[in-house]
């Protein structure tokens, strides 16, 4: 079992800057594929970034690429998500997720979630 807490979100301007990070316990963090999902009023949720386990490869929503970075700290089972150049349409509750594989078909592959937090961008 896996436990997953994320923390950093809130309110904004456009073109501002949040760090959400999400704490890890229980089982090996560094075994999992971490990714952040997120979803907005009346849409499904989608995915945004995924990061193996050892932090050598990433992968972003194309609408993200070059904004957001995703990053982990193995040794403080805490994977981090630093979004810049924020806009309205990045509003949403963001959720950490512990993955078994890293590819395509992400939300296939989420074997835990967060409880989510929520990210504002005012315009």
């Known amino acids: 079992q896996v436990q997953l807490v994320e923390s950093g979100g809130g309110l904004v301007q456009a073109g501002g800057s949040l760090r959400l990070s999400c704490a890890a316990s229980g089982r090996t963090f560094s075994a999992y594929t971490m990714g952040w999902f997120r979803q907005a009023p009346g849409k499904e949720r989608e995915f945004v970034a995924a990061i193996n386990w050892s932090g050598s490869s990433t992968y972003y929503l194309d609408s993200v690429r070059g904004r957001f970075t995703i990053s982990r700290d193995n040794a403080k089972n805490t994977v981090y998500l630093q979004m810049n150049s924020l806009k309205p349409e990045d509003t949403a509750v963001y959720y950490c997720?512990?993955?078994?594989?890293?590819?395509?078909?992400?939300?296939?592959?989420?074997?835990?979630w967060g409880q989510g937090t929520q990210v504002t961008v005012s315009s």
């Open positions: 997720a512990a993955l078994t594989e890293y590819g395509s078909r992400w939300s296939a592959h989420v074997a835990y």
